[in-house]
Structure formats: C-alpha cells, structure tokens
C-alpha cells in the first residue's frame, strides 16, 4: 500500500486535485512499520513468555512464514480473497506452533512442554497478525483520505 502511494505521488500532477502530499506518506511509513513491529513482537512474546529457547522462536517465526504462504496459496484455490485471509491467519499461527514444537522438541524439551511453547507461539501469531491487520485498514483509511481529502 505504500509502495503504490509512493508512486501514485511520483506519477500523478502535483497540482491535481489527486495529487498525495508528503505528510500522508510519511503517517503511512509509520504505520507500516508500526504494524510490522507489532506483528514480529506479538509473535515472539507469545513463544517467549512460554519460555521458548532461540531455536524455537527461530523456527516458529520460519513456521509463521511458511504457513502463511501455504494458507494464502491454499484458501485462494479454495476461495478466492476471502480463502486467503482465513489461510493466512491459520496456517501461519499452525506454523508457528509446529516450528516451535519442533524446535523446542530438537533443543531436548519434552513433548508437553514443547506444546505449551508452540501454544504460546499459535496465540502470539494470531494476535500479531491481527494487530497488522488494523494497521493495515488504518493506512487503508490514511490512503483514501489522501486521494479524496
């Protein structure tokens, strides 16, 4: 989304009435980063707060990827838009989980307590991703308000 604006605002007139100013950019830089921020925290505080060594929050957050590319390739095929969200908030959590359980599993922890870090890491994802989730239709509102204000 801010990629498009950036170039909305290098290719559209200055002196139209569609032109984007500087500080609508900016706000949207901040929330970009703002909603990354809070995706990438959200999920390692989950995996972390259940006491997840670094190679589990490792591969959670490879797990959280994967599923998520899964998820979306997956729910479009079975639902176009609307598939693709939903696999993206649940294949990527259940990514989350496996990669925590299997790195929690490899570090030497027993099976329980490999399942109560993934379980941490499968909630820390979903909240992550629905933080950036408001982030995103907040630059949404940002971006059409810079179009049409």
Do not use: C
Request: no cysteine.
């Amino acid at each position: 989304m801010l990629g498009s604006m950036v170039a909305h605002r290098f290719i559209a007139d200055p002196e139209s009435v569609w032109a984007v100013h500087w500080s609508s950019l900016v706000l949207l830089l901040f929330l970009a980063l703002l909603g990354e921020a809070l995706e990438f925290v959200a999920g390692l505080m989950g995996a972390g707060k259940a006491g997840s060594s670094k190679r589990g929050l490792i591969l959670a957050f490879a797990g959280s990827i994967f599923g998520a590319s899964i998820g979306f390739g997956l729910g479009n095929a079975v639902v176009p838009v609307l598939g693709g969200i939903v696999g993206v908030f649940l294949l990527g959590a259940g990514g989350a989980l496996l990669g925590a359980v299997l790195g929690e599993t490899w570090k030497g922890r027993s099976l329980e307590e490999s399942m109560e870090v993934g379980r941490g890491a499968f909630v820390g994802r979903l909240i992550g991703t629905l933080s950036k989730s408001f982030v995103g239709a907040a630059m949404l509102l940002v971006s059409l308000g810079a179009l049409f204000i």
